[in-house]
């Protein structure tokens, strides 16, 4: 099972750049597929970004295409999100994901999870 831990939330205004970083530990990093998920106020979890573990393929949904780009860095252990131009809808608690031999593309392969980090965009 591997662990993870995310950083990066924070509060910015309609427009601004954050960029949410997840460190892993364990030694399945390297063959799980990473996604991010987020879960505002009220609403389900849904499934933002995935990224593959072996060619590094990507997903993503469609409401954060051109303004969100996931990477992985498997030399360290860690996964990012950088996300450009946001708006108040992208406000949520951004939780990171894994999939130990799973799919980056299938939101219900993702079995391990952070405890998550506040992403707020104001108006």
């Known amino acids: 099972q591997v662990q993870l831990v995310e950083s990066g939330g924070g509060l910015v205004q309609a427009g601004d750049s954050l960029r949410l970083s997840c460190a892993a530990s364990?030694?399945?990093?390297?063959?799980?597929?990473m996604g991010w998920f987020r879960q505002a106020a009220g609403k389900e979890r849904e499934f933002v970004v995935g990224i593959g573990w072996r060619y590094g393929n990507t997903y993503y949904l469609d409401s954060v295409k051109g303004r969100f780009a996931i990477s992985r860095d498997n030399a360290k252990n860690t996964v990012y999100l950088q996300m450009n131009s946001l708006k108040p809808e992208d406000t949520a608690v951004y939780y990171c994901?894994?999939?130990?031999?799973?799919?980056?593309?299938?939101?219900?392969?993702?079995?391990?999870w952070g405890q998550g980090t506040q992403v707020t965009v104001s108006s």
């Open positions: 364990g030694r399945t990093f390297t063959s799980s597929a």
């Open positions: 994901a894994a999939a130990q031999g799973g799919r980056y593309y299938v939101a219900a392969d993702f079995g391990s």
